[in-house]
């Protein structure tokens, strides 16, 4: 069932068209990713969703009563309360019931005799209990605590706490809420490793509607069950995560070019045609050609996403050894203690022993604070290690692309940063910024003004120009969108030096990485492999510990093998159900098609209609694959 609903959606801004004839449905449990290049709109198309701007064109119709909440990329929250009373704030109603139980506790021990006091107290207590109250305040814990606030923090006022901060806090409190359509742009922004896991197991068990828009790829793997894609003005609806939207793209990207170019070969048969035989003896012919062609719908080709035509390079071979270390430890020769303010060493973490060898892609993780810039820093030489020492290799030469890009002048523009840190001329100059979308008038921008998408590509066009055979990267894929993070993606991993990188971004990680070091807990773990790899170690790693940590179990009667026959009957069942998910998947496409035709021909009542059996056969879809799953499951724990 549809709780939001976008009938032929039109947005303009002036002249500018962000999107037109967009039709979409929100249903009960959708877990939608919004992807697509920067500056296409998506968070317009949120708060179009939100009801917080209303569209040019088109309709949008909300399920009664619908409960909704919204964190934007960048957040506020004035309050002057503590983060425990902001939390707590969103259970009111279930303290003021908390309140009135306890009133009657009282009255209670006064008169313990009292009937009906006591069935009051009864229908009180049920009444709280099933409204959670006994479980809230664990609940603002465990959120509090997943998305990475330490009990400590508690206490603090939200008025102290950093703008990464309050957008966890509002993340937070947007959770406990449980609102029936959740709506988040860019969630991850401030989240370290841990916090981005927890929140996506948080967000696998949502039983509500999810609308996230997100350059984490990973993330929308796990969480999204459908990916709305908005470019060039309209919207692509996909089923499943975001691989699976990768690999549909690409079939209907190629089906479409099929259809474009076989469409081509016959206009130009038809124009031929028609040039031949115009003035002829078969000029009716040729006329009536002529009209089909007019009368034609024309296939468009697939759009090309203009990226980034980036290349690294080393432009000198290391030794084979690029750094090798007995082991050191990170930290900080002096800071102020928290009691004394006396000056004191502030050790991070210890490394172990240090290896990195010509070729060597090592993905540095770890939590917020734990001190990778630190090690970074330490490794470059712009820090001494409070203990051991480094060795570099021969012939290395290091390029660093730092977070903050703090290095930049905001007085100069983008051409003369580029040419300020490099030797070419301003044609050379502004050919090179053009292969990562500097044109035109944005060479002449204040690098002061720039966003953080554009500062990133920045770092990486200055980068780039270095000639480095050892690339040193802290969030390198920052304010950076897909297609970006995909090309960045390609070039290190094609990238013929050696790589050391802070991220994130885990698919980049997964597809870059040869090594993973892990920061945790005053250490740091080095792994061989890759970043799944790395996870699946883990993960052996833990159950093998629980299971030698609990207690022995009796052994427990084994039940009795089902009949066969019911094994049978239940494959057959299956095998039905997938056909029909089959045909359903199919008329959906049929469907869809037929509403983008509507959608051009304008064809509202037409359009309203489609939508309509387009939610029925979703909801249908939806049903027979909860079914099959649950068949599937039972059989595989027959076997």
């Known amino acids: 069932m549809s709780i939001v609903t976008l009938q032929d959606i039109g947005m303009y801004y002036g002249a500018q068209d ?96 009292d009937t009906a006091l006591l069935d009051a107290y009864a229908r009180a207590e049920e009444r709280f209990e099933r409204a959670g109250g006994y479980t809230y305040e664990s609940r603002i814990r465990r959120v509090l605590g997943g998305i990475g606030f330490a009990e400590e923090t508690l206490s603090w006022p939200i008025s102290v706490l950093s703008g990464g901060q309050v957008t966890r806090a509002l993340l ?52 999204a069950n459908r990916i709305w894609e908005l470019e060039g003005g309209s919207v692509e609806i996909y089923r499943g995560n975001y691989s699976a939207y990768l690999v549909e793209r690409a079939h209907r990207r190629e089906r479409q070019r099929r259809e ?120 470059m030489g712009e820090m001494e290690p409070l203990g051991g020492r480094l060795r570099r290799g021969a012939s290395v030469r290091i390029g660093y692309l730092p977070q903050t890009h703090d290095w930049f002048d ?45 500062r990133s590509r920045l770092g990486l066009a200055i980068l780039t120009l270095r000639g480095a055979n050892w690339l040193i990267l802290d969030e390198p894929t920052t304010h950076l969108d897909v297609t970006s993070r995909q090309v960045l993606e390609q070039v ?24 993973v070091w892990m920061v945790r807990d005053g250490c740091m773990e080095q792994f061989e492999g890759s970043y799944s790899a790395y996870v699946e170690a883990r993960a052996l790693a833990a159950a093998e510990s629980s299971q030698a940590d609990a207690p022995p179990t009796p052994a427990s009667p084994k039940s009795a093998p089902r009949p066969r026959r019911t094994e049978q009957r239940q494959a057959r069942i299956t095998q039905e159900i997938e056909e029909q998910i089959h045909i359903l998947e199919q008329q959906l496409d049929t469907l869809q098609q037929e509403i983008a035709r509507a959608s051009q021909a304008q064809e509202v009542s037409r359009l309203r209609e489609l939508s309509g059996t387009f939610a029925e056969v979703e909801t249908e879809l939806a049903e027979r694959l909860a079914e099959w799953e649950r068949l599937a499951s039972a059989l595989q724990e027959s076997q």
């Open 410 to 454: 905001p007085n100069l523009t983008v051409l003369e940063q580029l040419m300020a840190e490099s030797n070419l001329k301003r044609d050379q100059a502004l050919h090179h910024l053009a292969r990562f979308l500097f044109t035109r008038d944005a060479v002449d921008k204040r690098v002061g003004t720039l966003s953080g998408g554009e």
């Open 260 to 379: 474009y170019e076989e469409q081509q070969e016959v206009i130009e048969r038809t124009e031929a045609f028609i040039r031949r035989y115009k003035a002829g003896q078969r000029s009716k012919q040729a006329r009536g050609r002529e009209k089909q062609l007019e009368h034609l719908e024309r296939i468009e080709p697939p759009k090309e996403r203009h990226a980034m035509g980036l290349r690294m390079r080393a432009a000198l071979r290391s030794g084979d050894e690029v750094l090798t270390s007995d082991g050191i430890t990170v930290g900080y020769p002096t800071v102020p203690a928290a009691d004394t303010g006396e000056e004191q060493p502030l050790r991070l973490f210890e490394t172990g022993e240090l290896r990195i060898e010509r070729g060597d892609r090592v993905a540095l993780l770890g939590t917020n604070g734990s001190g990778k810039t630190t090690l970074l820093r330490t490794l």
């Open 172 to 223: 937070a409190k947007l959770l406990l809420q449980e609102p029936d359509l959740l709506v988040l742009d860019e969630p991850t922004n401030y989240l370290d490793l841990d916090a981005l896991e927890w929140l996506e197991s948080y967000l696998q068990a949502w039983s509500r509607s999810l609308l996230i828009v997100s350059h984490d790829r990973y993330f929308l793997d796990q969480v």
């Open 18 to 113: 962000v999107f037109e004839g967009v039709s979409l449905n929100v249903a009960h449990g959708d877990k939608i990713g919004l992807v697509g290049p920067n500056g296409e709109g998506k968070t317009t198309l949120l708060r179009i969703v939100l009801g917080q701007l209303e569209p040019t064109s088109g309709t949008v119709q909300r399920s009664r009563g619908l409960a909704m909440a919204y964190l934007p990329q960048m957040p506020t929250l004035a309050s002057e309360r503590t983060l425990l009373e902001e939390m707590l704030s969103v259970f009111d109603a279930l303290r003021a019931q908390q309140a009135k139980l306890l009133s009657l506790a009282d009255e209670l021990s006064q008169r313990p005799h």
């Open 492 to 515: 290190l991993s094609s990238y013929n030096g050696t790589l050391l990188f802070v991220s994130h971004d885990r698919y980049l990680v997964d597809a870059v990485a040869s090594h």
